[in-house]
């Protein structure tokens, strides 16, 4: 039975993602123990007095906290995790616990204000009655919960996340290496084009850690970017010869899946 009130532990609270999560359940009228480097709770502690435990931690460091905390969670109680990769982070919290466990990947930053339109994926791990209320609730604040088994989440990954820094890097170091005019690259930029260039600005914002190891953890990496690349060599040849017919090809091709891509995302909302 899950307390009408559970009380919310963070692993990891002092960190970004687990200062804001600590000001969402606690807007949500829940009380939040916190445990990190100089805290006056220990780890240990919150697991203790926690029903619902989160591990707010980076991902080097995410198995070796995992193995020690989580086997003082008890059967009714429930952990989850808020790293960008799940199916090793499942797996790590199935094998060192007996109580319910969750994947949590929030699919937006830090930096926003609230969860309300923001989307979250919801791994199930062990267990269905702390799945739902977690759901319920993140559902309740506006966000977007779509559940995904932790394997085909990641294999997702490596082409929202992982290919997506992968081309912005790229993009970024290109323009820089060129060394135009930036003046007149934002003064000339189309409206899709000036879009590209306020997430790479973006960048400056974010932890370079993080996405290191979004992109060289991740199992799937090697298999996207690897495809991505083959599909653009062969993008480049046909311009290089000035294969018109070839290129109109695979343009109405892209325009077909782009179809059926608006199609999805309308069935969405």
């Not at 969670?73 to 790590?92: G, Y």
């Not at 135009?180 to 997430?199: G, Y």
């Amino acid at each position: 039975m899950i307390p009408e009130n559970p009380i919310i532990g963070i692993i990891g609270g002092k960190g970004r993602m687990g200062r804001w999560f600590h000001n969402f359940f606690s807007s949500s009228g829940l009380e939040v123990l916190i445990s990190d480097i100089d805290t006056h709770l220990s780890s240990e502690e919150v697991a203790h007095q926690s029903d619902f435990l989160i591990f707010s931690l980076p991902m080097d460091v995410f198995p070796e906290v995992v193995e020690k905390i989580a086997p003082l969670v008890p059967e009714h109680k429930a952990i989850t995790d808020l790293c960008s990769l799940k199916e090793r982070q499942v797996a790590c919290m199935l094998k060192h616990s007996k109580s319910q466990v969750i994947g949590t990947h929030p699919l937006f930053g830090p930096a926003e204000e609230e969860i309300k339109g923001r989307r979250v994926a919801l791994c199930p791990g062990r267990g269905g009655e702390w799945l739902k209320w977690w759901s319920d609730l993140l559902t309740q604040h506006g966000a977007i919960v779509t559940n995904v088994l932790p394997s085909e989440h990641d294999r997702i990954m490596a082409w929202v996340q992982a290919l997506n820094h992968f081309i912005l890097l790229s993009l970024g170091k290109a323009l820089e290496d060129e060394g135009m005019d930036l003046h007149h690259v934002v003064a000339l930029s189309t409206p899709s084009f000036e879009r590209q260039m306020e997430i790479v600005g973006r960048l400056c914002k974010q932890d370079p850690a993080l996405y290191s190891k979004i992109q060289m953890a991740n199992p799937y990496t090697d298999k996207a970017l690897s495809s991505f690349m083959e599909h653009g060599s062969k993008l480049m040849d046909i311009i290089h010869t000035k294969n018109n017919d070839k290129f109109i090809s695979i343009f109405e091709e892209v325009q077909h899946f782009g179809k059926v891509l608006l199609q999805t995302k309308e069935e969405k909302t």
